[in-house]
C-alpha cells in the first residue's frame, strides 16, 4: 500500500541503510582513488548535528566530473552484493539524469509518477557530479538555462506522470498534459542522443580555468554552486562517526546555500522527501 509518510521508526531505518551505503560508496572510492565529498543537506547535517539532519531521509554526495566518470566505470566491479548503481545511462526507465546507488531488497519511491517505472526504487545515496561553469554572470545564466532545458525535457520524456496524485480539475488537466508531452518527447527525442547532448552542454566548460563549479541537476541556479577555492582543499569531518569530506570553507559553502545554516527551521519545516511508497 502506497504512503505519503513513514514512521519515526522506519526514518531511523532508513538512515541506517544509507549510513551503511555511504560506508560502502567511501570503501569504493577508496580502492579506486576517488574523491568525494558531502554535499548540500548532508555537509549541513556534518556541521550542524555531527550526521544526519535529524529529519532528513537521504544523502547527498559531490565529484569532480573526472572522479564522478572513474566512478561509473569502477564501482559496478567494486560494489558488494547487495547494493546497485543506477544511472541514466544503464537504466532505460530512470528518470534521473545523475546517479544513484541503490540498496537492494528495499523501496523507496519518492514520487507517485515513478512507482510504475520499470528501475531499481531502493534506498539510496545520491552521487552528483560537479562542472565548471562560466564566471560572466550573463554566460553563466545562459549555459544554465541551456542546461535545464535538457534536463526537463530528459525528465518528460522518462515520466509520463506528475509527482502528485491529481485532485482538482485544473490539476487534472495537467496531468492529461503531461501524457502528451511525454509522449511527444519519446517520439522526438530517442534517449541515448539526449543524454549525449546534455553531457556535451553540461561538461562544455571543463578545463577552460572557471573559478565556478556546479552540480546542473539542481533547478536552481545557484542551489548547488561554489568557488573553487571555498570547495578545495576538502576538510575532514565525521558524518555519524564515519570519517568523511566536505567543502574545505564550509562556512562559505553553507552560508551560499543556506543563509544562517546555524539557525534551525520551523518545527512545520522539518521534514524530508516524504515519500509516496516505503518498504524496507
Not at 504512503?3 to 572510492?29: F, H, M, R, T
Not at 523501496?107 to 545520491?126: A, I
Not at 530517442?190 to 571543463?206: C, F, H, I, Q, S
Not at 565556478?212 to 576538510?235: H, T
Request: hydrophobic share 30%; glycine share 6%; aromatic share 12%.
Amino acid at each position: 500500500m502506497a504512503e505519503e509518510y513513514y514512521s519515526p521508526q522506519e526514518l531511523k531505518e532508513i538512515q541506517q541503510l544509507e549510513k551503511k551505503a555511504l560506508e560502502v560508496l567511501l570503501d569504493v572510492c577508496a580502492q579506486a582513488n576517488i574523491c568525494c565529498f558531502l554535499i548540500g543537506g548532508s555537509a549541513l547535517g556534518v556541521v550542524r548535528h555531527g550526521g544526519f539532519i535529524p529529519w532528513d531521509d537521504d544523502v547527498d554526495v559531490g565529484m569532480l566530473r573526472e572522479d564522478y566518470q572513474r566512478f561509473l566505470e569502477a564501482a559496478p566491479r567494486l560494489l558488494p552484493k547487495g547494493y546497485s548503481l543506477q544511472t541514466p545511462y544503464n537504466s532505460p526507465y530512470n528518470p534521473y539524469p545523475y546517479t544513484k546507488l541503490r540498496v537492494d531488497g528495499t523501496r523507496f519511491v519518492e514520487y507517485c509518477n515513478h512507482s510504475n517505472r520499470r528501475m531499481h526504487h531502493g534506498v539510496y545515496v545520491d552521487i552528483f557530479p560537479y562542472d565548471e561553469v562560466p564566471d560572466d554572470e550573463a554566460e553563466n545564466l545562459r549555459h544554465f538555462e541551456q542546461c535545464q532545458k535538457l534536463i526537463l525535457r530528459f525528465v518528460h520524456r522518462q515520466s509520463r506522470d506528475v509527482s502528485r496524485p491529481p485532485h482538482t480539475a485544473g490539476e487534472r488537466l495537467i496531468a492529461l498534459l503531461r501524457i502528451g508531452v511525454y509522449l511527444g518527447s519519446r517520439l522526438c527525442f530517442p534517449r541515448e542522443k539526449l543524454l549525449k547532448k546534455l553531457d556535451r552542454t553540461v561538461t562544455a566548460y571543463n578545463g577552460t580555468g572557471q573559478q565556478g563549479l556546479a552540480c546542473l541537476n539542481f533547478p536552481k541556479r545557484k542551489c548547488e554552486y561554489a568557488l573553487r577555492k571555498d570547495l578545495f582543499p576538502l576538510a575532514e569531518a565525521q558524518f555519524e562517526g564515519i570519517p568523511v569530506k566536505i567543502p574545505g570553507n564550509y562556512d562559505a559553502y553553507l552560508t551560499t546555500h543556506y543563509g544562517d545554516y546555524r539557525k534551525l527551521p520551523p518545527e512545520q519545516d522539518r521534514l524530508g522527501h516524504r515519500p509516496y511508497e516505503v518498504r524496507l
